[in-house]
Each structure stands twice: as C-alpha cells, then as structure tokens.
C-alpha cells in the first residue's frame, strides 16, 4: 500500500472517478520502484519484480490468464474487469472473498464455469519485468509468478466433472511454458515460482506438481526458485521438490512448521540453493539469535549455499518501525522491526552466517526487553484457576433460548454491527487525537452519531439494533487501546484486501481490562430506543489472530487472557441492560493449522478461550457470533460447541456452501446467514434479497433464523447502506406475510429501560 498508504487512496480515487488509469498505476509503481531502492541500498542480491498488485495476487494472475466466468465474459479485459470481479458491478455479483491460507489477508476465489477458458494476455507483467529488469540489471531483477498447480487448487470449480483440475492444468502449461521463455528473452536469470499450496496437507496435489514440474521449464532457461510460505512442505512434497533437477533454488519458510526437521532428516541437494526464511514476514519482532543461530548451525551441516530471506512477503508487516516514536520509546520498542528494518536485518543474518558479523546488538536488545517483562500475576493467577465450569453456560441451549429477547418476531432483522464511518467521523478521531476538542466535546458528538444510527435503524424498522461502533477505528484496534499489554501504531497499515487496510496491534505483556470498554456508548444507544441493542464485542481469537502476537508466551495463554477480559465486559454490559452481546470470531478458522495433526489441538483451546468469555453471561443473554470468509466446513463441530444462541455467518458470494455445511452437522441453534455482499457497492433488489431468504428456509427452521447483511457496513457509504437495509427489511416483511407471521415487534423493554420506568411508576 506504500509508507503512507498512496495506493489505497489512489485506488479509492479511481473506483470514484476522480483519477485515470495512467495515475493509477503511477502511484503503484512509484510505491514499487522506492521499495527496490529500499532493497538495493541495503545490499539485497535479488529483488523481486513484477509483484505489486492492484487488489490480490490471484485475481490479478486470474485476469491475466483470461480465466474468467460467465457473468464477466462480456467485459473488456483488463484492470476494470479485474475490478469488477473484485468487487461486483449491476447485473454481476463479486467473486466469493476467503482468506489466504491461514492468513489475515483475503483473496477473490477464481471461479470456473462452462464457459471458462484459458485466454492469457501476459503483456502488462512482461512490461512491469523489463521495467524492473532496466531498473536493477537482469541478474538482481526476479520476477514472481503464481504458480499454474495452486491457482487450480484455488480454483471454484462449478461442477463435480471428473478430472477438471488436471485438464485445466494442461490448459496452463503451455502458457507458462512460453512465459518463462519470453522472462528468458528479457535475460532474466532466475524467476521465483510462488506455489503456495506446497505446504496444504492434501496428496492429491502432488501428481499435479509431478506433471508440471519440470515439463514448463526449458533447457537454458532461467533457474526456478520455488517458493513456499506458512508452514513446512511435508516430507513427501519435500523428497520430491529436492528431486527435481530443474528447480535449483528452494525456499522454505523457518520460522513455522517443521521445514528444519524436514532438511536434518532427508538431506538437501549440493547441486541446489536453500532459501532460507529466517525473518519472519508475518510477526513484527526482531529475529531472536538464540533462535536464528540455531537453525543456522543446522542448516550449515546439510547444505553449503544458503540464502538468507524472509519466510514470506513482507506485505504483512507495516512499513517502517521509525516513523512510531511512542513504541520507540517503549520498553517492547528495541526488539521490534518492520518492513524497512527487515531488510536490514536480511543483510545482517547474512552477514553473521558468513561470520562477517554479530547478533550482539540483538542479543542486548532482547536480554533488556525480558529484564524489563514483567507478568501481571492476577492475571496468571485467574488463568491458571479456570475450572471446567468456567467454559460452560450455565443452562443448555434449548432451556436458555426460550427466555431470551422476549417480544421479537421471527425472522428477526439486524446488522452486524458496523455502520459508515464518514468523513465526519474521522475527523473527530483526528481532532480528539491532535487535542483540538475535549474527551468530553468528541463523546458528546460521538453520542450524536448514535443517535443517528438509532434513529435510522427505527425509520427502517429493524428489529435488533447496533450502536453503530462510530468510535471505533477498528473491530480489534479499538479493543488493543483499551487493554493493558498491548500496544498500537500511528502508521502501522497492513492491506487486509482490495484498499482496506487495519493496524494490528502488538502484544507485549500479558492481557487485561482495568475498566469497561462499551458501556458508555452501549447506554447510550439503548436510552435512545426500546428495541433491543447489542452489545458489541470482538471475541480472543480474532484480536489474537488479527495482531501481532508474543513470541515467549504461546498463543493458547494469549487467548485466555483475552477471554478473561471479553468475560468481565459482558457482565458489565449486563449490568446496564444489555440484553443481547454479539462477540466476533472470524478469525477462528482462518488460522487453523495446515498439518491434520495439529487442527484438533488448536480448535480445542480456540473454541475453550470463546467458551471462557461467554460462558459467564446470563441464561436471558442471548450471545451472537459472526463469522466470515473461511471455509469452514472442516471444522463444523467445533463451530458447534462453541455454544452460541445466534451465528451470523457470510454466506452472499458462496452460493449457501456455509449454510449447508451447516444443515450437514444437524446444527440446531440459531444462524444469520449474509443476505447481501457488503463488501460490493451494488445495491440488491427487493427480490434477490427474497430469493436468497427463500433459500436459507430448507436449511434452517424459521424459529433459529436471524435476517442479516454478510458483514458490517462500515466500508460503505449511507445511501448504499440505507438502500440495501431497506430492500433486506422489505423482502423479510414479504416472506413473513406469505408465511402467515407478523411484520413487526411486539413492546420490548430493556432490563434497564424497565428498570427506570418501574423506578417512574413509584
């Protein structure tokens, strides 16, 4: 996105309107060519080229190959297509978003239909290569490409034919075959083949590596450096990939998995070059020299030629650690490095494995940050007490369902929790930041847009409402700000998708909450009206997940701290009338291990630590989860026992997957599964809206069934929101009149609101 994030505002501009295509992409590859002088100054020997992306990677490698469906077919291809598979545009809904791997970051999932068909147009990559390679020299110059075996692997295939995948894949062996050919006529000398479906745990991939490898690789071409990222590759990926005699650079990442255990055990080539990822391209603290120097004297005994890098893009760490001079200053400070320092510090672990240097520095940084941790023994203390009863709501689903949020209609209708952040409140943020208004002045306004919020959720006729979390940056930053032991950047933007771009904070100590976070505005809201208002909280997974987290303390005790404080805000939202808490968990699956052997492990304490935090509420409490772009059907039982009264699912862009992976299980508790993508600026009709209801009702009994959007609304303007709102509460209304239910909510009372009228009528 650039140190300043450039691209995500050129981006906005140009889906606008406000800026050409030819600005655009100045932007772009001015962001590029300042991160190559970056690389160059700090002595990297090869630089990658051609990998800068207008949205995701593999939308952008899907346009080039021309592998579009059906509903896009008709467009001119190029950038704007791009877009539009993107993002959705009339008449053409987006391709379905899911996370990369067991990543943060999202991708568009291709799709392929009847109609698709490889038709490559490869000229704006060749042309973002030789500008690299006039820039830098053709032997630093190394494009990457996506490899042709993970984009089939990626693929959403629209039917079940036997053998699609492997015909698809001789589709693109030629095509990549001419493309290394024409790299070899810009002299490249090496091209790294990103294959990140090397490290998924599946063998039905590894026929399809064996007829792709080396069949695309000509004689005298440039040397292929295969890449992988996120985990180890697996012993039978791993004896074959070190076989293979055309591939003469492999890159593994070192800092998951099990890739050292794989290079001890089996050996590695002589006649090949080991990419060692030694930095890590996916947390933000310095390298560890008790760590570093380990696997370097391992890696010295089994191969002679190594090649320090790091153990992935660096796309997933901010860009420079300089600019923030408050965790400078803190004691985590010195032992933290971003993009800019990770360069650095590539040259220096290659320095010290050449025995041209030290990790002295290091050694210093680290020793003073661990004199100066100290752990919050009250907060050891609870953890280590938790007992079985602790993870467990005191009555089973079906006895507590009953007593809850008495007065609303089935088929209830509600949000999920974020509405737009305008311009207005922004500037608030920054005008609260910079000390130009009070606490109280930015409260004072931030109570204004509640009551704005309120009051179009009553226009509308919404059933359960939300506050509208205008205070809040971001579902997991705003809770970092809040908490002790975790720290928060003023630049540190990392792209989640497309232009959207989050701050993730650092976690340097151990978790707590000395005071409540939501009350306030939550009291707010629910004055304001007499339908029932959420409680809206983000669960320990997601804030562990979506941050960056400590090294020394595993990521288990990390999410039972959390838990422990979600814990103690929902009893203080209860005690001002909350009757209704929505606690968010859409990075639950995201990070599920790769390896079968280690999923049961981690969705036992992931599942363990949601359980702790909600445990605790009141059986009339009735607890909502949301849930989002992850295939989740491999982990439905665990989804299960998480014990909550409603799921919110994304569902829009799926074709109803979730969903009947859901009604696969017998799930019986209640699901709110997306109506409509709010990630696309397209405003469904009435009537889609009412087909996609029509189509959840076989899968889930009228009683369990919520009417919500996919997700929130916070990245979409107020018409776009209110027009979509009101087509989902219209064709809702539509529904329940054919199926003979009342249109709108009975008299509903809050504990709190009755609490003061009992208090009046005395």
């Known amino acids: 996105?650039?140190?300043?994030?450039?691209?995500?505002?050129?981006?906005?501009?140009?889906?606008?309107?406000?800026?050409?295509?030819?600005?655009?992409?100045?932007?772009?590859?001015?962001?590029?060519?300042?991160?190559?002088?970056?690389?160059?100054?700090?002595?990297?020997?090869?630089?990658?080229?051609?990998?800068?992306?207008?949205?995701?990677?593999?939308?952008?490698?899907?346009?080039?190959?021309?592998?579009?469906?059906?509903?896009?077919?008709?467009?001119?291809?190029?950038?704007?297509?791009?877009?539009?598979?993107?993002?959705?545009?009339?008449?053409?809904?987006?391709?379905?978003?899911?996370?990369?791997?067991?990543?943060?970051?999202?991708?568009?999932?291709?799709?392929?239909?009847?109609?698709?068909?490889?038709?490559?147009?490869?000229?704006a990559f060749i042309a973002d290569v030789k500008r690299g390679v006039e820039k830098l020299g053709a032997s630093c110059a190394t494009p990457v490409i996506l490899g042709p075996v993970s984009i089939v692997r990626f693929m959403n295939f629209h039917t079940d034919t036997p053998g699609q995948a492997e015909a698809l894949l001789s589709q693109l062996l030629p095509v990549y075959t001419q493309l290394l050919k024409d790299l070899q006529e810009l002299g490249v000398t090496e091209v790294q083949v990103h294959e990140p479906v090397l490290v998924h745990d599946d063998p039905d991939l590894l026929p399809l590596f064996k007829k792709t490898y080396p069949s695309i690789c000509s004689v005298g071409g440039p040397s292929i450096n295969m890449v992988s990222f996120f985990e180890d590759i697996g012993a039978d990926n791993y004896k074959w990939l070190t076989s293979v005699d055309e591939v003469s650079v492999i890159s593994l990442d070192f800092t998951r998995g099990e890739n050292l255990d794989l290079v001890e055990k089996f050996g590695f080539p002589s006649n090949k070059i080991l990419g060692a990822g030694i930095i890590d391209g996916r947390n933000v603290w310095k390298v560890d020299p008790a760590v570093a120097e380990v696997i370097l004297e391992k890696l010295s005994t089994k191969t002679a030629t190594i090649r320090i890098q790091p153990s992935a893009s660096l796309q997933f760490i901010p860009w420079d650690l300089s600019c923030e001079k408050d965790i400078l200053a803190h004691t985590a400070g010195q032992v933290l490095s971003f993009t800019v320092q990770k360069i650095s510090e590539i040259s220096l672990v290659a320095k010290v494995a050449t025995g041209t240097a030290t990790f002295d520095a290091h050694k210093a940084a680290w020793a003073a940050y661990r004199t100066a941790l100290a752990c919050d023994k009250s907060v050891t203390d609870r953890v280590n007490a938790l007992t079985e009863k602790d993870f467990a709501r005191e009555e089973p689903f079906e006895v507590r369902r009953p007593k809850q949020l008495k007065g609303v209609p089935l088929l209830p209708t509600t949000t999920i929790g974020s509405f737009p952040q305008t311009a207005d409140v922004r500037r608030l943020r920054t005008q609260l930041k910079k000390k130009t208004i009070t606490k109280e002045e930015y409260d004072a306004a931030m109570d204004t847009q509640i009551a704005h919020a309120i009051g179009i959720q009553e226009a509308l006729g919404l059933d359960i409402f939300v506050h509208g979390e205008a205070e809040r940056t971001d579902m997991v930053e705003f809770f970092a700000q809040n908490m002790n032991g975790m720290l928060f950047s003023t630049n540190g933007w990392v792209q989640s998708f497309g232009s959207r771009c989050v701050r993730p904070p650092i976690f340097w100590s151990d978790i707590s909450r000395s005071k409540a976070m939501t009350t306030r505005e939550f009291a707010v809201a629910q004055s304001l009206t007499k339908k029932p208002v959420k409680g809206m909280l983000t669960g320990p997974v997601t804030i562990l997940n979506w941050s960056f987290p400590r090294i020394d303390v595993s990521r288990e005790t990390q999410a039972m701290q959390i838990g422990l404080a979600i814990r103690d805000e929902i009893a203080d939202l209860e005690k001002v009338g909350c009757t209704v808490v929505q606690v968010d968990e859409p990075a639950l699956r995201e990070a599920m291990p790769l390896r079968e052997a280690k999923?049961?492990?981690?969705?036992?304490?992931?599942?363990?630590?949601?359980?702790?935090?909600?445990?605790?509420?009141?059986?009339?409490?009735?607890?909502?989860?949301?849930?989002?772009?992850?295939?989740?059907?491999?982990?439905?039982?665990?989804?299960?026992?998480?014990?909550?009264?409603?799921?919110?699912?994304?569902?829009?862009?799926?074709?109803?997957?979730?969903?009947?992976?859901?009604?696969?299980?017998?799930?019986?508790?209640?699901?709110?599964?997306?109506?409509?993508?709010?990630?696309?600026?397209?405003?469904?009709?009435?009537?889609?809206?009412?087909?996609?209801?029509?189509?959840?009702?076989?899968?889930?009994?009228?009683?369990?069934?919520?009417?919500?959007?996919?997700?929130?609304?916070?990245?979409?303007?107020?018409?776009?929101?209110?027009?979509?709102?009101?087509?989902?509460?219209?064709a809702n209304d539509e529904i329940r009149t054919e199926l003979g239910l009342p249109t709108s909510m009975s008299t509903f009372k809050s504990a709190s609101l009755g609490q003061q009228d009992e208090k009046t009528s005395n």
């Open 599 to 730: 999923k049961e492990e981690y969705l036992r304490w992931t599942v363990d630590s949601f359980r702790l935090s909600t445990a605790g509420a009141k059986n009339e409490t009735q607890v909502h989860t949301h849930m989002c772009y992850c295939e989740f059907d491999d982990c439905m039982e665990a989804i299960d026992r998480m014990d909550t009264d409603v799921n919110s699912i994304e569902n829009a862009r799926n074709d109803n997957y979730t969903l009947r992976a859901f009604k696969r299980i017998g799930y019986s508790k209640g699901l709110g599964p997306g109506t409509y993508d709010i990630h696309s600026p397209v405003v469904p009709s009435v009537e889609f809206i009412k087909d996609k209801i029509k189509s959840f009702l076989p899968c889930v009994e009228i009683k369990h069934l919520c009417i919500n959007p996919d997700c929130g609304l916070k990245t979409r303007t107020w018409p776009e929101t209110i027009g979509a709102l009101k087509n989902m509460i219209t």
């Open 1 to 123: 996105m650039g140190p300043k994030r450039e691209l995500k505002f050129a981006l906005e501009k140009y889906w606008k309107g406000a800026i050409d295509r030819t600005e655009l992409l100045r932007v772009a590859q001015t962001i590029e060519e300042s991160s190559w002088q970056l690389q160059k100054d700090a002595g990297i020997d090869r630089i990658t080229v051609g990998d800068y992306c207008l949205y995701d990677n593999m939308v952008q490698w899907i346009e080039r190959l021309g592998l579009v469906p059906e509903r896009f077919g008709k467009m001119d291809a190029g950038m704007d297509r791009m877009f539009a598979m993107s993002r959705g545009v009339e008449g053409a809904t987006a391709l379905s978003m899911k996370k990369w791997i067991d990543s943060n970051y999202h991708y568009m999932v291709p799709e392929f239909d009847q109609t698709s068909k490889v038709n490559a147009d490869l000229s």
